[in-house]
């Protein structure tokens, strides 16, 4: 219909003309262009018109231009017109405009150097595109590297990725990235780091084998093919290299400009470290080898750092510490052989080196060869002849070349040598399942002079090129076939007769190895045989003005190559002499460098000499046989076979200028490599069949504007588009219809593009003409409607005008009578003020007269009336003052007599006798007794005279004694000259008193001044305060919410970022225990024996699974409770706090020590209370049964004496106080009264404390009998191990008690026989006794005097401090102003009453502690009372139980079930399977909620009332270690982690709820009070729960994220949740059936329906399971995080979603998930905000992009996305057709300068591993344990509720 009229070169069309500078410049045709017209009339962008001649032959037409919509695809291949211009265009506008380095060309992706380093290679980045389809994604090297390893793993294909290109293009970058990719993706499964061993081959690589060259600073001078190898599962298990054609010459060599390789100045670098003294290194300046270049440093390069890369790298590859000082001794030696001075001698046909030359020195000395030696065949070699064989001198040209040989022959040994033992390194013993080789190879090259280098490199790219083009054209052969396209050969370049010119028979190669075999062959014999032998071929062409240079015609161009150093390079001469000398060296590692081998490698490239004239033949060698060429082209035709055999992928490397500027592209410079790596051949063969391909939805969805109404109503799609193409275009040639696809030739997609924009416009059209007449009507009648409206004002406003006049009128009328009236008003008032203003001042005077007049009259009467009143009190007080003098003469003198008589008394023994009255009256009593018993009995009287002779001596004995007392009276004159002291001190401090008391008193009356000053103030400011509270009151509702939010906010993000601290190491914590799991399981499989193994006996199998350690339940530490306070106080009012917080966090370390301090004693008189029966039946034994009587006695008998000497002792007190109160004037006898009467009290409190200690041994006495009883009883229930420990303090007393009485029983039988009762003996040890405690209390009481006198001391030097600091505060007083006294006042009385308030916290924290201490004391030893008493009543019951003669059966009574279920310790392993290793959910999902949860606490709960600490911690320890293995078992399913993650949190609440813990009761019943633990602190075990929680909590995320993961991207940017609204681009060569997943069902799409189904699953599962709704908001939480990151990553990575469609239906997507929220109440979780960065992207896509203002709108918009993620949207954003606009490059530059205030980190990928930090807040149960029924299917029946 159309197609037969359509002239492509008609007006406005856009082609492209050649230019000479930019290589191809746009144009636009300014006229229709017919057939046969010689012009084209065309405008260039400029305006400038152009008329282009056009001729059949010489100026074809110009290319056409592609539509802006194709401009800057990501496939070269979708453009409509496919051919030079257009890709370099596209290219063009790619790097320059939107800064993709990274373009797709078919099966080739183009890569431009950026010079710059970008963000692109993250490992967030390689994650985004690990599992994705090529075509998915934006270009990247990292979609090459997962294309590679999804088809090696998809078709069992080793697989192949070639990088190519100029120097300085960035090769070696390239394939260092795919190589990490390899190494990220395939980690090893064992954890070998094997993929840390091939990545750091990489700078070991280049530090051998890179150099800067004028192109490139890291330049590869070596080709390289790497082959990473993978397991039967994809795991990197080693790696090989194979290396090409290392530049040997640039080791004695480099252009000016250029470096030597890197690993010479990085040694020279660190040659000053202490390990490399020896080998004499400098800087690299004082080397020849590597100063030629002129330039040793490189901008931004540190050697000495990657020198330490280097050497890390080796030591991480296994090369030996020995084996690196060896190479580095050989690279030094390369330098000093270098710098080897070469003499000439005057004859120039021989030379010598110098004796002393210190380099050769350092040479032979570093290779250990002899030094006489190599000097002398350094300047001689051998000649040998048919005959015989002589020495020959060499000139000194000679010798340098040589020389540079050897150096060359040595560095590249080195080379293979490293090489090899990194291929070592790499090996694995395990079996190789597939690889993928990275090759790393110079592109063409072509230079003003190209040598033997140029030729094996360009000769290379032409086998690369030769493979290249048969595998495209394979695979567009392979794509026909499959869609059933009928198959049309395409002609495409063949390069073989090329190749053939270079490698076959009698090619360029075989007559370079036949002139090198001549003897005499020179380079110019081989150039001319090569112009005989091949001047016909197309592909060689002699050049006109030279005879020693030749040129071929390579696919990329033509290159000339100079045939100068061809044989030398290809011979590769070294002399043998030289080579001898180093196999000799003394180091191993030099002499195997040069050993011979048996065999030749194929993968290594070892160049080494062919010497000629050989007469005696050595040992065969083959690879001293092979030439460099020869050895070249085996390695190439083993690369090839290589490449061959698996699927290539190919990366061609683009330089975009040769500046090394970023950025910057070189259109001229650009064309040439593309011409070279053979894109544009690709574009050809592509352009020549059928290059447009689309899908039939695709093409249905695109172009159904083209069709008619009745043909979209048709079901088959196919049939339609079959229809319209046949409508639309003619020519059948021009489309395929394949089996999935339509193929078109190239530009018809641009002519249906054509039709389709036709048809858009045509609509518009209409549309506009239909809303502009609609938009007309509307402004007319808005204009009518304003006419009247003005008309209507108009006439109001006249009218209302005149109505003001009149009124205006009449008010002036008015205002002039009242003005009148005013003025004459004023008048009066005012002459009225005056006269009764004179008036009242004269009277005032008046007045005054007569008041002054009383006033001092009043005055002189109160003079009068004082002066009365003292003359009355002088006298008074003289006479009163007079009789107090007579009065005080009277009473000393009376005083004084009665002093003296005291004194006569006290020497006289009337005194003495008073004292000891009670003793003599006992003598006497005695004596009487003994004369009494003699008159008895005569026969005793010797007996009795004895008696009484030993009786005198101890009463002249107590007599001394006594004197002796009263000499130590003398003592107390000492003490009064010390209490003279005092008081003298005392009065001191009773002036210093009153001296402060007046001080006090003046300040006092000053401070009340000052008081009443400030209550003025005060209530001044308390009217200002309540004014300004009633202004700030508005302002403060206002800001009060942000202010709280801010500061909440603020501190909750702290407490997130602590939070995801402790839960990272948490995590980190978990993998690093699976990784233990996983080793010790391994390790478990190797080390495995047949047999039966026993553990010991006393090690418990849980102790070995558990991984925590024994924990002490009296440990406090929960990390959760106290951020769980926290949040219960309020963020704000616990940073206000903070201080308080501290304090109490103080106060409880200490709680908790003493704390402990009492459990120990606790646990110690525990022990001992249980022991007490079995030790003292230790103690009792028949002796001591024996003197059981006696002691009772004896204990009498001490009582008795005891109340006698109490007696004894009341009755001196009173006599000394009768004494003491006949004089109370006299200090001394008052002194001496107190001294006596302490010692007095001392006495008697000793006696008291004996009395007790009596009363303690008897009471033991009487209870040993009853504890031996009851101990026989109880024997069988005691342990064994108690019988250690020690006795209570008050035991240990009584039994030194008892045994003391016990060993004095001997003794106190000679007192006995004195008389029948022994009281005379008892009575002279208690005075005995007596008499030693006054002596030790006089001392004491000495002491106590020093230390009082030294307190007094200290309180006078404090005292004086004191006054100090109280003068120093009076006097800065007394120099400020009465405002700052006030305010300084204040101050010092805020801060005593802080001190004051301080001091009072502190006392009621401590009396609280001791509240609380005793509190647990009391209800610990309630307890323990009532288990006393129950079990001594079971033993009663037991023992006095009667014997029936019936049988009766006893009834049980119901008890009430106190929630606690009791088991045996057998039955664990029973509880921990049944209750957790074997339940299933669906199990219990008809029970309550987490009743595992509460089973196991009831459990605990009732190992907690029988005290059994080891039941506990061995039942919690099961569990925890029981939950880790089933969630290992189970680590995939979602539903048994949320059962688990439920189940932990509620034990965790639990332990919490029924802690006792004040803060965790406030919601308990008092039912649920009583259920709360009484023994134990399980504060440690609820760490280990909420940390087990954290864990379960990650695992579940992580299955959840792994669900949804697959779901994101179709359901939330491919699925079409508005129908009809996404529009459809053409697709390239990466979109096409080849190149993705081609399973049965074809890869799997899902809807946002889908999404949300799996969503809500998620949800009803956890809140099925009984999972606390905090944590289930943040479970979705973190998937809707993952929801995003996942999206946004993919936008941000995919051009095809960047369009104004794509960000309608986002936020259409987003808007469906936000209503999800709400309709399941979880909108306030939080989950909301992270789908911000999506919902702003989506925004972003659909605003407008053009002026300033949309800038700033866009800016302000745009805060959840950071710069770099803005940038990259607006240059990714593509419009689907030809009404929408690009982002011109201005506004990206607008948006960046107004975003660049911003401090966004340099992040362009969301996190997809991010997770928030997880809170279990704290969520009682409102279920009472005793209500918890538990179903009999759960086979629980151990359990007994108690």
């Known amino acids: 219909m159309m197609a037969a009229n359509y002239n492509p070169y008609c007006q406005f069309t856009r082609v492209w003309i050649p230019d000479p500078d930019d290589v191809w410049r746009a144009a636009e045709i300014t006229k229709d262009y017919k057939e046969g017209e010689p012009v084209l009339h065309l405008q260039l962008e400029d305006g400038t018109p152009l008329e282009y001649q056009v001729g059949p032959k010489s100026n074809t037409l110009p290319f056409l231009r592609n539509p802006d919509i194709l401009v800057g695809e990501n496939d070269l291949t979708a453009l409509s017109y496919l051919h030079e211009p257009a890709v370099l265009h596209n290219l063009r506008v790619r790097f320059l405009e939107s800064n993709h380095i990274y373009t797709y060309c078919g099966i080739v992706l183009v890569a431009i150097n950026p010079y710059e380093q970008l963000q692109i290679y993250g490992e967030e980045v390689i994650t985004a595109y690990s599992g994705q389809n090529m075509g998915d994604m934006d270009p990247h090297i990292f979609a090459v590297a997962e294309e590679a390893y999804k088809q090696m793993a998809r078709d069992e294909r080793n697989q192949s990725i070639i990088v190519s290109g100029e120097s300085g293009a960035g090769k070696t970058v390239s394939a260092k990235y795919a190589m990490r990719f390899f190494a990220t993706v395939g980690g090893s499964s064992r954890d070998a780091n094997v993929e840390e061993k091939v990545l750091a081959s990489n700078p070991i690589m280049e530090a051998i084998g890179n150099a800067k060259t004028t192109r490139n600073d890291n330049s590869s001078r070596f080709g390289k093919y790497i082959q990473i190898a993978f397991s039967r599962h994809y795991h990197i298990i080693g790696a090989s290299m194979r290396t090409y054609l290392l530049e040997k010459s640039r080791v004695v060599f480099q252009a000016e400009e250029e470096r030597n390789y890197h690993i010479f100045y990085q040694l020279c670098a660190s040659g000053s470290l202490p390990e490399f003294k020896e080998l004499s290194l400098t800087s690299a300046e004082d080397f020849i080898y590597t100063s030629l270049g002129e330039n040793i440093f490189i901008e931004g390069v540190n050697d000495a750092e990657d020198f330490k890369k280097t050497r890390e790298a080796f030591t991480l590859l296994g090369i030996k510490d020995s084996s690196q000082v060896s190479i580095f001794r050989i690279l030094a030696s390369i330098l000093h052989l270098g710098n080897v001075e070469v003499q000439a001698e005057r004859d120039g046909e021989s030379c010598h080196i110098s004796r002393n030359d210190v380099h050769l020195q350092h040479f032979c000395r570093l290779l250990g060869v002899e030094l006489q030696q190599m000097e002398h065949w350094l300047c001689h070699r051998k000649l040998a002849t048919a005959s015989e064989t002589y020495l020959k001198k060499m000139s000194s040209k000679q010798a340098v070349n040589a020389r540079d040989a050897l150096a060359k022959h040595i560095y590249a040994r080195l080379f293979d040598w490293i090489v090899e033992h990194i291929n070592k390194a790499l090996q694995t013993s395990s079996k190789q399942h597939s690889f993928i080789g990275v090759l790393d190879i110079y592109g063409f090259e072509t230079f003003e002079i190209n040598s033997f280098e140029q030729f094996c490199i360009n000769y290379a790219n032409e086998k690369l090129q030769q493979q290249f083009n048969s595998h495209v054209f394979k695979l567009e052969q392979e794509e026909y076939m499959k869609e059933q396209i009928p198959w049309t050969l395409i002609d495409f370049y063949d390069n073989q007769p090329c190749i053939d010119l270079i490698e076959a028979r009698l090619g360029i190669l075989d007559l370079l190895d036949e002139e090198c075999k001549v003897p005499k062959g020179t380079d110019q014999n081989w150039a001319q045989k090569l112009y005989k032998q091949h001047s016909s071929s197309e592909h060689f062409q002699k050049p006109r003005m030279s005879n020693i240079s030749f040129i071929i015609v390579h696919f990329a161009d033509k290159v000339e190559y100079l045939c100068d150093g061809f044989l030398e390079k290809n011979r590769d001469t070294v002399y043998e002499e030289q080579i001898n000398i180093l196999k000799a060296s003394q180091f191993q590692l030099v002499a195997d460098l040069f050993q011979d081998k048996d065999g030749v490698s194929s993968s290594k490239p070892s160049k080494v000499n062919i010497r000629a004239l050989k007469t005696v033949p050595k040992a065969p060698n083959k690879e001293h046989r092979k030439t460099v060429g020869h050895q070249f082209r085996s390695s190439l035709q083993l690369l090839m076979e290589t490449l061959n055999a698996t699927t290539p992928h190919y990366v061609r490397c683009i330089k975009p200028n040769d500046y090394k500027e970023a950025f910057s592209f070189d259109s001229r410079r650009a064309v040439q490599q593309l011409r070279a790596c053979g894109v544009l051949e690709t574009i050809r063969i592509s352009a020549a069949g059928y290059p447009s391909r689309w899908t039939y939805p695709d093409f249905f969805s695109r172009y159904r504007v083209l069709m008619k109404k009745s043909d979209m109503m048709l079901a088959d799609k196919k049939q339609v588009c079959k229809n319209l193409l046949e409508t639309l275009i003619k020519e059948p040639d021009m489309f395929q219809f394949g089996k999935t696809k339509i193929f078109f030739r190239a530009g018809q997609v641009a002519y249906l593009e054509k039709l389709r924009t036709d048809r858009f416009r045509s609509a518009c059209i209409k549309i506009q003409k239909t809303v502009r007449g609609w938009l007309q009507r509307i402004r007319y009648r808005k204009i009518r409607n304003s006419a009247l409206a003005l008309q209507r004002y108009g006439r109001g406003y006249l009218a209302r005008r005149y109505a003001e006049l009149l009124r205006q009128r009449r008010a002036a009328l008015i205002c002039q009578k009242q003005f009148r009236m005013t003025r004459e008003r004023r008048s009066f008032l005012k002459i009225r003020r005056a006269a009764v203003t004179i008036q009242a001042y004269a009277r005032g005077m008046f007045t005054r007269r007569i008041y002054w007049e009383f006033l001092l009259h009043h005055k002189a009467m109160i003079i009068q009336k004082a002066v009365r009143c003292w003359l009355q009190r002088r006298r008074f007080r003289r006479a009163r003052d007079a009789a107090i003098t007579i009065q005080c003469a009277f009473r000393c003198l009376r005083a004084r007599r009665q002093l003296k008589q005291l004194k006569i008394e006290a020497r006289s023994a009337q005194h003495l006798k008073k004292l000891n009255t009670g003793m003599e009256n006992k003598i006497v009593q005695l004596q009487r007794k003994m004369d009494e018993q003699s008159k008895e009995l005569k026969t005793q009287n010797e007996l009795l005279l004895t008696t009484n002779t030993s009786l005198s001596s101890e009463v002249t004995k107590l007599q001394k004694e006594l004197v002796l007392v009263r000499t130590q009276q003398t003592d107390g004159d000492r003490v009064a000259s010390l209490q003279e002291e005092v008081e003298r001190l005392q009065e001191e401090l009773q002036e210093e008193k009153a001296e402060r008391k007046r001080l006090e008193e003046e300040h006092s009356d000053e401070k009340l001044i000052l008081t009443q000053r400030v209550e003025a103030l005060e209530e001044d400011n308390a009217l200002l305060k309540k004014q300004k509270e009633e202004l700030n009151q508005q302002i403060q509702q206002q800001t009060r919410t942000s202010a709280e939010e801010t500061s909440s906010m603020s501190l909750q993000r702290e407490l997130d970022q602590e939070r995801q601290r402790y839960q990272n190491l948490l995590k980190e914590f978990s993998r690093l225990e699976q990784r233990y799991d996983n080793l010790k399981e391994e390790v478990s499989l190797n080390k495995f024996h047949p047999g039966h193994q026993r553990n010991p006996s006393n090690q418990s199998s849980l102790e070995s699974e558990s991984p925590y350690p024994s924990i002490s339940t009296s440990e406090v530490g929960d990390t959760e409770d106290s951020i769980q306070l926290v949040d219960e106080m309020g963020v704000e009012k616990a940073a206000m706090d903070i201080g308080l917080f501290l304090k109490l966090q103080k106060r409880v370390r200490e709680l908790e020590v003493e704390r402990k301090r009492l459990q120990v004693n606790l646990d110690k ?678």
């Open 1165 to 1842: 008189m525990e022990e001992l209370s249980k022991r007490k029966g079995s030790e003292s039946r230790t103690f009792i034994s028949e002796e001591e049964t024996a003197d059981l009587a006696y002691n009772n006695l004896k204990r009498q008998e001490l009582e008795s004496e005891n109340k006698k000497l109490k007696n004894d002792l009341n009755e001196l007190r009173k006599t000394v106080a009768e004494r003491a109160s006949q004089d109370t004037s006299s200090n001394e006898l008052q002194d001496g009264y107190n001294l006596l009467l302490s010692q007095l009290k001392a006495a008697n409190e000793e006696l008291d404390a004996r009395k007790e200690e009596v009363l303690i041994l008897r009471t033991q006495i009487v209870s040993n009998t009853q504890l031996l009883e009851r101990s026989q009883l109880m024997e069988s229930e005691k342990d064994t191990d108690l019988n250690n420990s020690k006795e209570p303090v008050d035991q240990e007393e009584a039994l030194r008690a008892y045994h003391g009485l016990c060993e004095s029983k001997n003794n106190l039988q000679d007192w006995c026989r004195l008389n029948e009762d022994g009281e005379l003996g008892l009575a002279y040890q208690g005075l005995k006794q007596v008499a030693r405690l006054l002596e030790a209390q006089l001392q004491t009481q000495t002491r106590q005097h020093r230390d009082e006198l030294e307190a007094l001391h200290t309180q006078i030097e404090l005292l004086k401090d004191d006054l100090e600091k109280k003068q120093e505060i009076l006097n800065y007083t007394a120099s400020l102003s009465p405002e700052a006294k006030v305010e300084y006042s204040v101050q010092q009385e805020i801060t005593r009453l802080t001190n004051d308030n301080l001091d009072l916290k502190e006392l009621v924290e401590k009396l609280e502690k001791n509240e609380r201490k005793l509190k647990k004391q009391l209800r610990i030893y309630m307890k323990k009372v009532q288990e006393l008493e129950v079990s001594h009543a079971a033993v009663q019951n037991r023992t006095t139980r009667p014997e029936l003669s019936r049988q009766i059966t006893v009834q049980r009574k119901e008890k009430d079930f106190e929630g606690m279920l009791e088991y045996s310790k057998q039955d664990e392993v029973r509880l921990i399977k049944t209750l957790i290793t074997d339940i299933k959910p669906s199990s219990v999902s008809a029970t309550v909620p987490c009743l595992p949860a509460y089973i196991l606490f009831m459990c605990i709960r009732h190992a907690d009332y029988i005290n059994d600490d080891q039941k506990v911690e061995s039942l919690l320890t099961s569990t925890i270690n029981a939950i880790k293995k089933v969630l290992k078992k189970n680590n995939e399913d979602f539903e048994m982690m949320s059962f688990w993650l439920a189940n932990s949190s509620r034990l965790l609440h639990c332990l919490k709820q029924y802690s006792g813990d004040e803060t965790f009761m406030t919601q308990n019943t008092p039912k649920q009070n009583e259920h709360c633990l009484k023994n134990f602190d399980l504060a440690e075990y609820r760490q280990v729960l909420s940390d087990l929680s954290i864990q379960i909590y990650q695992q579940l995320i992580k299955v959840g994220e792994g669900i949804i993961h697959p779901m994101i991207v179709s359901a939330m940017l491919e699925s079409e949740s508005i129908p009809s609204l996404a529009g459809v681009k053409p697709m390239g060569y990466r979109n096409r059936s080849h190149s993705l997943d081609t399973d049965a069902d074809g890869p799997t799409s899902y809807t946002l329906q889908a999404l949300i189904r799996q969503l809500s699953q998620f949800t009803s599962i956890m809140r099925d399971h009984g999972l606390d709704p905090e944590i289930v908001g943040q479970v979705v939480r973190q998937l809707f995080h993952c929801i995003n990151a996942v999206t946004l990553n993919n936008l941000l990575l995919r051009k095809d979603v960047c369009s104004w469609s794509t960000g309608m239906q986002l936020r259409y997507n987003t808007s469906q998930l936000e209503e999800w929220l709400r309709a399941n109440n979880l909108f306030q979780s939080k989950a909301s905000s992270t789908l911000d960065p999506i919902i702003q992207a989506a925004q972003l896509l659909q605003v407008k992009k053009k002026t300033s203002q949309d800038a700033e709108a866009i800016c302000s918009l745009c805060t959840a996305l950071n710069v770099q993620q803005i940038v990259k949207i607006l240059n990714l954003y593509t419009p689907l057709n030809e009404f929408e606009e690009r982002v011109t490059v201005s506004f990206i530059r607008n948006i960046q300068s107004c975003l660049q205030e911003r401090n966004d980190p340099p992040q362009l990928l969301v996190d997809t591993k991010h997770t928030f930090p997880v809170l279990f807040p704290f969520t009682p149960s409102a279920l009472s344990l005793e209500t918890i029924h538990i179903p009999a299917s759960l086979g629980l029946d151990f359990l007994v509720r108690v």
